[in-house]
C-alpha cells in the first residue's frame, strides 16, 4: 500500500510515516518508480505507535519495544523497560483519576447550587 493510503488510514501525516522510517520504526519497499510501499500490517503498527506516543513513551523507547512486539519475546533488560513503562503509564491513570474525581466533585458541588 502507498503511503498516502497508509497515512490516511492510520490518521497520521505523511510526514509522520517519514519519521517514523527514518527512526526506524517502520519499513517500506519501493515500487519500480522509487514510491514507496508498505506491508498491510503497517496501519496497525502505526496505530500502536501513536497509542504509545500518547501514552508518553518516545521514539527511541517504541524502538526499544519493538523486538518484543515482532519476536513476542523478551529479554531481561526489555522487561524491565517495559515493567517501567507500565509503572510510570499507571500513576499518570491513577493522577488523572484523582482529577477526574475531584472535577465530578465540583460538577455536583455546582448542580447542588442551581437545584
Known amino acids: 500500500m502507498r503511503i ?5 488510514r492510520s490518521g497520521v501525516s505523511v510526514r509522520a510515516l517519514r519519521y517514523y522510517e527514518q527512526q526506524g520504526l517502520l519499513t517500506s519497499g519501493r515500487t519500480p518508480g522509487g514510491q514507496r510501499e508498505y506491508d498491510d500490517d503497517a496501519v496497525d503498527r502505526v496505530r ?3 497509542q504509545l506516543y500518547a501514552a508518553g513513551l518516545s521514539s527511541r523507547r517504541i524502538a526499544e519495544l ?6 513476542g519475546t ?12 507500565r509503572a510510570r503509564i499507571a500513576g499518570r491513570i491513577a493522577a488523572l483519576r484523582t ?9 455536583a458541588a455546582a448542580d447542588a447550587r442551581r437545584a
Open 4 to 8: 498516502g493510503e497508509v497515512a490516511r
Open 48 to 50: 500502536f505507535f501513536q
Open 66 to 71: 519493538l523486538p518484543c512486539v515482532d519476536t
Open 74 to 85: 523478551t529479554t531481561a533488560g526489555q522487561r524491565a523497560m517495559l515493567d517501567a513503562e
Open 99 to 107: 482529577a477526574l474525581d475531584r472535577l465530578d466533585e465540583l460538577i
